[in-house]
């Protein structure tokens, strides 16, 4: 059997008494805590050993010491966390160059020797949640629902760019400044403009240092042969001092233009929000509804856009249940957690087969509820044209699908002018009169995990 395969049954085997006696937090506390040995003081990024461990199940391949070369990597081009560089790579390039400024950096984590660490925007006001490494899995990251968000993948989920795009960092500004109502994400209002420059631009430093981690992680088990001797790796000895392979350059050259050009093109992927001219379009959420009632053409719109969120065209309901009260599918996960669970027949409510990812930093699987949009609360911005964007191009790394359109009523498929019906009544909803259409017995089935696809 495969090495890592048998460390992994061991792991689950030995820990199995653990999950019984005090549950799967206890030893998600542990990997969190005791993932790897204290090998320096102050800051330190702590490597992505839930994502590596997921790559080589899916290889059986034994990734650790390679792993270990990537954190080399990664210091030499993005620097530590008590003391941020930007890549040479960028700093090189005309383009790029302008993508990290080094002073916000150092001001935001506390390296700006004139702020003490403890004070800096990041450190005091951040890492409690995300942790130095913008994992999400900070110390009081358990207790929040749903978790904060892993900057290293490199997706947001709220922002004005299409699916996949890059986020503008004006989006993530937001963001930090007026939070996400209905979760963990407060309102950082009190900071100053220069200290949310300085947080947004470190954030983005967080995800280009983590998506490189992640494509060198995926290339090494795919892509080296680690069975020889001596394996090929990310890094060589010379002279006793481990540096970047040049080998490797080029592979790796090559990785970060691919995130630099994602980051540089946000602008160029925003969502177009033109709102119909023939039909009334709700400015923001009615107090009462006779707002509604009051205007004829309004209350059309409301009513079909109903008829759209409980039918077959839209499936609105099918997640939000037919009430909307957030009550039809709620035994899905996110995809977050679904890479290193479904996506590699990891079934996620199974507690021991989570056990060896939990003990390298992974939080326990949680579900992902759909909003209850009776209660007027959305965390991606309560404006027409907010929801509008949330309906066009979904939530990447979520349930909540993209919507194509069609041109006409005549093809299958919801036209514009639906999705802003839809806009009207989502808005209206929690001045909507009872009674409200119920959920059915049974909530559907969580379907297969699908890969994400950006919406035209």
Sequence with gaps: MNTILVAVEFTVKANSKLVALFGLGALSLLGALGCEP???????????????LKAGIENELELDPTLADIQVVLDEYFGTAAEPKIPKYFADSEDFAQLLDLEKLKRACGADPSIPRVESVYVKNCINCHAWEGSGRGPG???????????????FKYKTTVRLAKPLKSDLAKTVRYGLAGSGMGAYDKITETELN??????VYLSMRG?????????????FDLSTTPPTRWVKDEGGKLIVNPEQQETLDGFMEEIATEWLEANENLIEVAK??????????????????????????????????????????SCH???????????????????????????P????????????????PKTIKPRNLREGVYRGGKTPEDIYRRLRHGIPYAPMPAITTVASNDEPGLTEKDLWHLVNYVLAMP?????WPAAPATPPATPAPVAEEAAE
Excluded: H
């Design 276 to 317: 119909p001219t023939d039909m009334p379009v709700l400015e923001k959420a009615p107090t009462t509804w006779d707002e509604v009632t009051g205007n004829a053409e309004l209350l059309a719109s409301v009513n079909r856009g109903k008829e759209l969120f409980i039918g077959q065209a839209a499936v609105c309901s």
């Design 349 to 364: 409510t199974d507690a021991e087969a989570v056990i060896p990812f939990l003990l390298r930093g992974a939080l326990p």
């Design 38 to 52: 204290p090998t320096q003081t102050g800051p330190k990024f702590l490597a992505n050993r839930v994502y590596s």
């Design 431 to 435: 001045v909507e009169p009872k009674p």
């Design 211 to 223: 998506e490189l981690e992640r494509k060198m992680i995926d290339y090494a088990a795919t892509e």
């Design 198 to 203: 300085d947080v947004v631009e470190y954030v």
């Design 141 to 155: 990251s358990a207790g929040v629902d749903p978790y904060p968000r892993d900057f290293r993948a490199g997706v």
């Design 321 to 347: 249940g037919p009430g909307g009260l957030g009550d039809g599918r709620t035994t899905d996960y996110d995809d977050w957690t679904k890479e290193w669970t479904a996506r590699i027949n990891v079934d």
